[in-house]
């Protein structure tokens, strides 16, 4: 178990993160934010890239600090970017990280031809990554954080680049992974994690929003999300007035997904919320400021 006690984290006047209070069992956690809200600041700490300024986090409740490379050799990580060399194969990739790992060759030999088999690179395992895909160069990624068969594996933003395909392969990848060890996923792609993470984190304002399920979470928007239908000449009306989700046109009208807290008009349809609608909902300040 993986215990974040009262972290939190500054770099000099600026705030990353304060007061945040988490527990990880097994199973696969989706971390949720825009990008900006300190979701990789969490991760990295996670993955002792850097420490907290103040509070801890533990592992079965021994700090992660401390334990140093005993935790280390517990933990998987891809971070958004990894190092790899575009001339190498992904045999000859995995071969030099196990050797950095210490792992022995007919060890090595036996798990990478296990690993690539599980991300579907069996076939292109000798053959150079130049000439390889995003989605194929995140699979050998997803490979070389399992080389040391982690008890934990954390990952940054996967599926950044992906290709709907791609990205459908990794949540089935992923779901697969989260049966016997503990997978947290950085994301600010809903659908990404929607339907395959146990427990969805959400942080706002540097601060816990939501530790839960996807269900219990969505709640939250209970008899708040409605669809009607717009003419062209009042939706910059009926954009002033509420949080729009998402606009549709159809037969020369806008079919509009909203979020209204308060008594609703007779030809408004009530809709079952969505994580989706959450999101945009809870981050449509962050959002607007990215634009």
Known sequence: MIVVK?????????????????????????????N?????????????????????IQ??????VSMDQRYRELLGFLPQQFGFYKNYSPAQYLFYLAALKGISKQQARIKIDELLAKVALSDVKHKKMKKFSGGMIQRVGI????????????LDEPTAG?????????????????RERLVIISTHIVSDIESIANEIIMIKNKRLLYKDSVEQICETLRDAVYETTVDFSQLDE?????????????????????????????????????????F???????MVEGL
């Not at 009262?6 to 971390?31: P, Q």
């Not at 809200?37 to 509070?55: C, E, F, H, N, V």
Request: with cysteine; charged share 30%; net charge negative.
């Open 143 to 154: 490979a070389q954080a399992l080389l040391n068969d982690p008890k934990i594996l954390i």
């Open 238 to 278: 009926f954009r002033k007035r509420f949080v729009l989700l998402s606009e549709k046109q159809e037969y020369g009208k806008m079919i509009v997904r909203f979020i209204h807290k308060g008594d609703k008009e007779e030809e408004w349809i009530p809709v079952h919320p969505q994580l989706e609608d959450v």
């Open 59 to 64: 592992y079965n409740g021994e700090n992660i």
């Open 280 to 286: 945009l909902y809870e981050y449509q300040d962050e």
């Open 36 to 56: 900006g809200a300190g979701k990789t600041t969490l991760i990295k700490m996670l993955a002792t890239l850097i420490s907290p300024s103040s509070g801890e």
């Open 6 to 34: 009262d972290v939190c984290k500054r770099y000099g006047d600026f705030t990353a993160l304060e007061d945040i209070n988490l527990e990880f069992t097994n199973g696969l956690y989706g971390l949720l934010a825009p």
């Open 162 to 178: 992906l290709d709907p395909k791609e990205r459908a392969r990794f949540r089935h990848l992923l779901t697969d992974l989260a």
